[in-house]
């Protein structure tokens, strides 16, 4: 786990090595568990190949608990809460139906300007900036949106910096024009579809309660046959649809090759995961995995986001000890120019970070949040570590009230995923089952 190596073993190579963990690395000790089992030739290859990896730094490396000065780290994001509205009704909202609840409303061309001069002010010379359009349904403001990428690309020459930009809908107000938009000023966007239409039309309502299923389909599909510069076709599955493996499926049938599907979070509200839910979990993203599996048999490539790690280079040394950058690199702003860490933050006393207009960040704030490092955790001891800088530090205080101390059910989730995207990976590499 401290390398970040891998290794592919046979038989008798996990064998030895289970026998060398069951007694704390005593070789005469393992090796003479293992005589009636192997060969001693054999035992002895084995552990020639051991004793060459450990001294590679590849196996049964010591921990380094390396840190990194996170708090000299300048702003990069911001996810603009362009809307505290929304035009449906999602059972599971985190965010109160849209507006957090805090004031509905929608962010005005003002606030969000003043809200892009304070990235290139806090940005400093970092030269790649990173816009997220949020809510409740930020298509809402979708005026404002146009009018503030404009204002964007005009800074860009100027300042010298470039903006990236994301757009999370539910599709609802996507139309031919929005989709150019998108389109023309190279928009990543996040669709939101929970997968097979009933499941979708329980979750999903428009304000009526009707569906919304046979609304966005369409619509979203047309934003994915526009080939915009990036996407992903988001779900939510529940403690009430745990079987969303063939939501996933419904998605790739569906024509869609770039998907996400996140567990529902939050207080025990009768759709957020939790502990008892986790081996129906589990056992669901192995039947996932095989679905993906299929799929790469058949020459399709899908781009399932939790399964996408890179296992020859990964994510830079911050974020594998830090997690996301919230409170230090990224930021959420409210409709009315308030700061916080994220946006799952937005309206918790305490997480209160400034405003835009008067352009100051509460520093005090920021260093709670640069200080929270794998090192200074329980997760020290998981093997999954570095590949999520920590868990969420929002759900981390939402859960247990505390930036250091992980909310185990979503660890659990998140080691299962890594070992999956393991498997996928090396699945992918050499073509075996």
């Known amino acids: 786990m401290n390398s970040g190596a891998v290794h592919v073993l046979d038989q008798p190579a996990y064998l030895l090595l289970a026998a060398l963990m069951e007694t704390n690395g005593d070789c005469r000790q393992a090796r003479k568990r293992l005589a009636d089992q192997l060969p001693a030739h054999t035992l002895d290859e084995v552990w020639q190949e051991i004793e060459q990896l450990h001294q590679q730094g590849a196996l049964f490396t010591e921990l380094d608990a390396v840190r990194v ?70 298509l809402l403001a979708a005026g404002m949106l146009q009018q503030l990428v404009q204002y964007c690309r005009a800074l860009e020459p100027i300042h010298n910096k470039e903006f990236a930009f994301t757009l ?91 998907l996400s599907l996140e567990p529902a979070v ?50 830079c040394l911050a974020k594998r000890l830090t997690g996301c950058g919230a409170g230090v690199e990224y930021l959420t702003v409210t409709p009315e120019g308030d700061l916080y860490p994220c946006h799952q933050l937005v309206g918790e006393a305490g997480f209160l970070m400034g405003n835009v207009v008067q352009g100051e960040i509460d520093y005090g704030i920021k260093q709670r949040f640069s200080t929270c490092q794998v090192h200074d955790k329980e997760c020290v001891r998981c093997w999954a570590r570095y590949y999520c800088g920590g868990g969420c530090l929002a759900q981390a205080y939402l859960q247990n009230g505390d930036l250091n101390k992980p909310y185990p059910v979503s660890c659990e989730m998140h080691r299962k995923r890594v070992e999956a995207s393991i498997f996928l990976d090396y699945y992918r590499r050499i073509g075996k089952t």
């Not at 599971?92 to 849209?98: K, P, S």
């Not at 389909?217 to 915009?228: D, G, R, S």
């Not at 048999?297 to 994510?315: C, E, I, T, W």
Request: charged share 25%.
């Open 69 to 138: 000065d996170t708090g000299q780290m300048v702003l990069k994001a911001l996810c603009l809460n362009a809307a505290h509205l929304c035009n449906m009704n999602c059972k599971y909202c985190f965010a109160a139906q849209g507006d957090f609840g805090m004031k509905p409303g929608l962010m005005s061309f003002d606030v969000a300007q003043k809200a892009v001069d304070f990235l290139i002010v806090h940005s400093k010379g970092r030269r790649h900036l990173e816009i997220d359009f949020f809510g409740g349904e930020p």
């Open 266 to 315: 939050g207080p025990d509200n009768g759709y957020a995961i939790q502990d008892a839910d986790l081996p129906r979990v589990k056992q669901e993203y192995e039947r996932l995995t095989e679905i993906l599996m299929e799929r790469s048999r058949s020459g399709q490539a899908v781009h399932f986001y939790h399964f996408n790690l890179d296992m020859q280079k990964g994510p």
């Open 168 to 258: 999370t809908t539910n599709a609802l107000l996507l139309d031919t024009d929005i989709i150019e938009w998108v389109i023309a000023n190279k928009i990543g966007v996040i669709l939101s579809l929970d997968g097979r239409q009933r499941v979708h039309d329980q979750y999903r309502p428009l304000k009526d309660g009707s569906g919304s299923y046979a609304a966005v389909v369409p619509k979203i599909k047309a934003m994915v046959a526009a080939n915009p510069v990036s996407y992903y076709v988001r779900g939510t599955f529940t403690r009430q649809n745990l079987d969303f493996a063939e939501d996933c499926r419904h998605l790739l049938e569906l024509g869609f090759s770039a």
